[in-house]
């Protein structure tokens, strides 16, 4: 008895409803009207999308339907997608129009090269449409790399006949379609689009340029099959021997190593006067050969090395030059030269002379924790990219205490923008007690001291507050060393 009343309630308010005074007993059985009783219908942007492993793809399109879209299901089980979209549930009544734009990201370890995704539209009236998208993972989105670069800047001298080499290579992950280089000034045009190797191909040509003082600039423009391009613009100076702003050390016999690393390689050394250069350099082990270099990607068109007939002096031509051996292992050299005049200084000294700014021996129980000598706590350092409760611990060189490294490797990709310091470990997360920051943060050259707390023999100049940012060019593992004593770090290719 008490059902049929409660029915016959429920009959007289869904009466009450078709009179027009209520539709609530229709929203709430889910009843809704039918227009048409025809099918949803789906116009996606594309049904043929490329991605590629661990990228996200977006699945686009506009679904209509008169009587009222009631939910969206995307299903691919190679993919283990299966994502339905409850219409009714999210705007609490169906749409007649909705704009679909559905991402997802494939997994970086996914197998395989193709997939189909269903988009399958359910209206009110249960009637129901289904398009398929077939998804492939060989489209192409990154852009070619220099793994050899041209320089930004290289100066020709001034003799008979001045030379220079325009020599560099670049890498594409699916192929190269073309690589084109110019010098208007030079009316100098090359275009190459025959590759024997698609992915990887090395440009070397010797130009002769007017003997007169002059600046040209060069370009070089590198598209791949997919569009995807990169530009590098030099300038080439046709001089006399310049006063360079900028000289590097360079402890790397090729030119591929020169432009492997993240950041480090070569190492940028000091310009103290007109033409005169100090460098300082820890030579971990007997027989390092070094060179002096003013262009950073490469060992043309200048490079400064012992004239074979003179070993206290420097020659600049790359040709001639002979590598600086270093003889002594387990010390720092210290050189001094002059580009004007060949003049060059060598000496070297002990780990035990040099001094950093580490405020504590490293592993030692001697970091004030709070800085009130209430407790005191274990001292280290190493790679810090959140918060100093967080710290990858470096290794310390058991043969040089300013000298340390990352034991594991970084695992970087391509286009991946860094974001880290050197920082000690604080089990309270402050900041500060000792650390080091960058030069620049895209391209750093020298890893300063920024901390609170030094070493009181240690007099040098505090760094400025930049997060160390540069950005990787080629996706593979890195190992991070650093001199403490120098200043200077360097992420370098790890095999």
């Keep these: 008895m008490i059902m049929n009343v409660r029915l016959s309630v429920l009959s007289g308010l869904c009466a009450l409803a078709l009179l027009g005074m209520t539709t609530a007993c229709e929203d709430d059985k889910g009843d809704w009207p039918v227009v048409d009783g025809n099918a949803p219908t789906i116009a996606l942007e594309a049904s043929h999308i490329q991605s590629e492993v661990g990228r996200t793809f977006h699945i686009k399109g506009k679904i209509a339907d008169a009587d009222g879209i009631k939910s969206i299901n995307l299903k691919c089980p190679a993919l283990y997608l299966d994502k339905t979209i409850d219409i009714i549930g999210i705007y609490e009544e169906p749409l007649k129009e909705y704009d679909l734009d559905y991402q997802f990201t494939t997994e970086t370890n996914e197998v395989g090269d193709a997939f189909v995704v269903e988009v399958t539209v359910i209206d009110v009236a249960d009637k129901a449409t289904t398009e398929k998208v077939s998804i492939s993972m060989d489209g192409d989105f990154v852009a070619p790399v220099f793994t050899i670069a041209p320089p930004e800047e290289m100066t020709v001298l001034i003799k008979e006949n001045p030379t220079f080499d325009v020599t560099f290579t670049v890498t594409d ?36 340029v007017p003997s007169a003082m002059a600046t040209y600039a060069m370009t070089v423009t590198v598209t791949d099959l997919a569009g995807n391009s990169v530009e590098r613009l030099s300038k080439i100076n046709v001089s006399n021997m310049p006063d360079f702003s900028k000289m590097w050390l360079s402890d790397v016999e090729t030119a591929a190593e020169l432009n492997s690393d993240v950041f480090g390689v070569p190492m940028l050394i000091d310009h103290v006067g007109e033409y005169l250069y100090d460098a300082r350099y820890y030579n971990a082990a007997a027989g390092t050969k070094i060179f002096f270099i003013p262009q950073r990607t490469d060992f043309t068109p200048i490079c400064f090395g012992l004239d074979p007939n003179d070993s206290n002096r420097l020659v600049s031509d790359p040709a001639v030059a002979k590598p600086i051996v270093l003889d002594q292992a387990n010390v720092y050299y210290h050189f001094r030269f002059n580009i004007a005049t060949g003049d060059i200084t060598i000496d070297t000294y002990s780990v035990e002379e040099a001094i950093d700014p580490i405020p504590h021996p490293f592993g030692s129980y001697e970091m004030d924790i709070w800085e009130n000598g209430s407790e005191y706590g274990e001292f280290y350092f190493g790679y810090m990219t959140d918060n100093p409760r967080y710290v990858d611990r470096f290794t310390q060189d058991p043969n040089n ?5 990352l034991d594991t490797p970084l695992t970087l990709d391509a286009g991946y923008r860094m974001a880290f310091i050197i920082h ?23 890893i300063g001291y920024y901390g609170n707390f030094t070493n009181p023999a240690w007099t040098g100049t505090r760094a400025k507050d930049l997060w160390i940012k540069p950005t990787v060019a080629v996706t593979g593992k890195y190992k991070l060393y650093f001199d403490a004593h120098l200043s200077r770090a360097k992420l370098v290719p790890y095999n």
């Design 173 to 208: 992950n699916r192929g190269l379609a073309s690589v084109k280089v110019a010098i208007d000034e030079l009316s100098y045009l090359k275009e190459v689009t025959e590759f024997a190797d698609p992915t990887t191909y090395t440009f070397q040509e010797t130009l002769t």
């Design 401 to 405: 205490p300013h000298r340390f490294w």
């Design 424 to 446: 000690n470990y604080h089990q309270d997360g402050w900041w500060n007690y000792c650390t080091w920051r960058a030069d620049n943060e895209d391209d750093p050259e020298v």
